[in-house]
């Protein structure tokens, strides 16, 4: 085939998962799935993962969760965190998604329905110092007093605490899980009664225990991804689900012209930068165009050969944050970036 393709093997999905809910024990594991699962396919990372017993979903925004209620029915615990209008918060509870609440304004709308019978499942968020969103730490005990009322009220259950980190620092990261501890104890001398605290991504839920609570909303170590600058894979022992290859389409002098372009997502500035794998070795990536890029090329190389842009690390493949190191960004860019236009090939679908 001409063109470029991204395989994923979700039999590594299976062992990534293995290793990260080993890592992060006692605390469970939800799979984070935003961002088209960082871009492997929402449908077949959740039907594989579900398959593999991962009861909680990170789905970032409210139609993703309810996707994700179809593809995982109904024992599945699925958590959205951005909700944004009442309809929202109606389409939310009508997939029986657990909200994460960051405002105040979010916590009325959803006050506003009552219940109905039906409490709404929802996660108080404090913001620990990433203002990203989240309730400021001034403006928690009137929050938290709110919220409480509406539980006593029967329009909602307060099941969880969150909050996000930057895992950039420690020190930070420390600050941030002390603001954390207190917002916990403000809720609970409010009566409420949060049975899942949860902080930590997936840095700082395999580095720092303290930080794991009861669940670890992890994203890229599930995918094989690892941290730009940190421990490779093998320290982690995960391995990248991913790999982009492209073909050859023409070979002219020195340039093997391939199937890939900044339109698929290749970020142009990686030109001249890395080199990729082909059958030949690794090759100068020199030029990456509107939908053709040229590489440097080997011994015998003709059209239809293919090259890898990124893999698993074996045999002279770059990964998603090898890649990314090399332009001073992470590996989720690299791997979020490929375009849905691109297709995907799924090995271990089931
Ligand atoms: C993306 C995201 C995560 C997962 O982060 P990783 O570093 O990919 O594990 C966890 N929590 C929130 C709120 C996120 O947005």
Redesign the pocket.
Known sequence: MTGSVLEVDLDLLAANLDRVRTAVAPAEL?L?V?NDA?GHGLDPVVERAEREGVRWF?A?DVLTGARVRRLAGDGARIFV?IADTPAQVSAALASDLDI?VGDRRLLEDILARGGTGHPARVHLKIDTGLRRNGVRPEEWPDFVATAAAGERAGALVVEGI?S?IA?ASDEEDDLARARFDDAVRVAEAAGLRPRLRHLA???A?FARPEFRYDLA??????YG?R?AGGPDEEALGIRPIARWEASVLAVEGDVARIAVGARDGLFRTLASRVEVATPGGRRGLLAVHGSTSDVRAWPGAAAGDRVVIFGDAGKDEETATSLAESIGTIG?EVAVRVSPLVPRRYRGRR
């Open positions: 939800m984070v935003k960082y990170g970032f965190w994460g969150w996000h895992e991504a997936s840095a839920s909303r992890v994203g890229a170590f599930c991804i941290p989720e």
